[in-house]
């Protein structure tokens, strides 16, 4: 069974900045890696995410403060994300798509205080 890797959450105040990696073990074709947001009392939500052709996608009100990136597409991403809000707050989950599947990882915990 795959087991993604994710790294990075914590807790901040607000207007700080964190940085999120994920990795998919072995080496295999990965079409896309992106993060998810499951904010306390909220369905699961786009954060960003990118293909394996470089097109990249943001969630609502994400572009301009977080960057996803993928360096040298290998098989780790990376979520910057910079002037956090406390509406940022949540679980951040990682998920990488392979063909016609996808993979998802624990879970890491963001926590934005005022």
């Known amino acids: 069974q795959v087991q993604l890797v994710e790294s990075g959450g914590g807790s901040v105040q607000a207007g700080d900045s964190l940085r999120l990696s994920c990795s998919h073990p072995?080496?295999?074709?990965?079409?896309?890696m992106g993060w998810y947001q499951k904010a306390p009392g909220k369905q699961r939500e786009l954060v960003a995410f990118?293909?394996?052709?470089?097109?990249?996608i943001y969630g609502i009100a994400r572009e301009g403060r977080f960057t996803i990136s993928r360096p040298n597409a290998e098989n780790t991403m990376y979520l910057q994300m910079n002037s956090l809000k406390p509406e940022d707050t949540g679980v951040y989950y990682c998920?990488?798509?392979?063909?016609?599947?996808?993979?998802w990882g624990q879970g890491t915990q963001v926590t934005v205080a005022s």
């Open positions: 990118m293909y394996s052709g470089g097109a990249v």
């Open positions: 998920k990488s798509s392979v063909a016609d599947k996808d993979y």
């Open positions: 072995g080496n295999i074709a990965i079409s896309g």
